[in-house]
């Protein structure tokens, strides 16, 4: 499965460091969705938004040892299921979406 990122994990290096790894990836959009900083922090939050449109990274065929890595680190967050458009098209994804919409 492949992870549409928008914030801190953008960065291969910190990526990396949450996975032990590194990862392909091209760029993508998020359609239907906003980025929000978060109060009082240095990260921002995804939530759902018609009409809006989220630019980021999706890393290629994650492993399905990662995921529980990944899910610690994004404890703030639920993951859930996207469709994200990249330059070959159309291509599934889980995002991490922001749980407090405040």
């Known amino acids: 499965m ?3 990122v ?6 291969p290096a ?3 460091r949450v996975t032990g790894k590194r990862h392909a990836f091209l760029n993508a959009r998020l359609h239907d969705h906003q980025r929000y900083v ?3 922090q240095t990260y921002p939050g ?3 938004e018609p009409g809006a449109v989220v630019e980021g990274m999706l890393y290629l065929d994650i492993a399905a040892t990662d995921w529980p890595l990944l899910d610690a680190f994004e404890s703030e ?3 859930v299921g996207v469709d994200v458009l990249t330059p070959q098209g159309m291509l599934p994804a889980q995002t991490y979406r ?3 919409r405040r």
């Open 2 to 4: 492949n992870l549409f």
């Open 6 to 11: 928008y914030g801190s994990l953008q960065f």
């Open 14 to 16: 910190v990526m990396a």
């Open 38 to 40: 978060v109060n009082s």
């Open 46 to 48: 995804l939530v759902s």
């Open 77 to 79: 967050y639920e993951r």
């Open 98 to 100: 922001y749980l407090d």
